[in-house]
T-cell receptor
Framework: DAGVTQSPTHLIKTRGQHVTLRCSPI?????VSWYQQVLGQGPQFIFQYYEKEERGRGNFPDRFSARQFPNYSSELNVNALLLGDSALYLC?????????????FGPGTRLTVT | AQTVTQSQPEMSVQEAETVTLSCTYDTSESDYYLFWYKQPPSRQMILVIRQEAYKQQNATENRFSVNFQKAAKSFSLKISDSQLGDAAMYFC???????????????FGKGTLLTVNP
């Protein structure tokens, strides 16, 4: 089975622009989480979606938004990009949100804001 | 809020030797999960090992084992017979076992870069 896939792999944007990152979970997984990993740091939680509903949100500004589609794929949107948004964005999927389920990570999208 | 601290930014080990990576965490919860993830240069975050807080027995996965000290809030990773392929960034992570809100999220430390010397 295919793992978590993310697109694009790399992306370069200019300050003030908008970006959309995409994630396809492992087949059968209904929960998707997004993390931001700034260079030299551990990933930080942004959002989690389950069955198309937001189940959790991290400490990120309203410029960050996400949604989940009926096929459980997900998009992360960032408006009015800042230089500080440059990071690796990781998507993780799990079958459910229950305590016992692991999160499986994708390879990430490297976003550079100039 | 929970925090995870990895005090060793970098570690190195000789091939075939043993190395221990340190992790401490802070939480007021009694039920939670702890994880070690490996992130090689390919960026893919790979789960190495997990520990349930209610289990007293330390988890092991082949050459990887943990030393879980709940009272001390310590969770170290031991890699035995180190291999060149073990070279990567290692992250310690915490997840609450309580449902609701953002409790299912992973809270990561800053990572330890492991170098394996031939």
């Amino acid at each position: 089975d295919a793992g978590v896939t993310q697109s694009p792999t790399h992306l370069i944007k200019t300050r003030g622009q908008h970006v959309t990152l995409r994630c396809s979970p492992i087949s059968g997984h209904k929960s998707v989480s997004w993390y931001q990993q700034v260079l030299g740091q551990g990933p930080q939680f942004i959002f989690q979606y389950y069955e198309k509903e937001e189940r959790g949100r991290g400490n990120f500004p309203d410029r960050f938004s996400a949604r989940q589609f009926p096929n459980y794929s997900s998009e992360l949107n960032v408006n009015a990009l800042l230089l500080g948004d440059s990071a690796l964005y990781l998507c993780a999927s799990s079958p459910r949100t229950d305590r016992s389920y692991e999160q499986y990570f994708g390879p990430g999208t490297r976003l550079t804001v100039t | 809020a929970q925090t995870v601290t990895q005090s060793q930014p970098e570690m190195s080990v000789q091939e075939a030797e043993t190395v221990t990576l340190s992790c401490t965490y802070d939480t007021s919860e009694s039920d939670y999960y702890l994880f070690w993830y490996k992130q090689p240069p390919s960026r893919q975050m790979i789960l190495v090992i997990r520990q349930e807080a209610y289990k007293q027995q330390n988890a092991t996965e082949n050459r990887f084992s943990v030393n879980f000290q709940k009272a001390a809030k310590s969770f170290s990773l031991k890699i035995s017979d180190s291999q060149l392929g073990d070279a990567a960034m290692y992250f310690c992570a915490y997840r609450s076992a309580n449902s609701g809100g953002s409790n299912y999220k992973l809270t990561f430390g800053k990572g330890t870069l492991l170098t394996v010397n031939p």
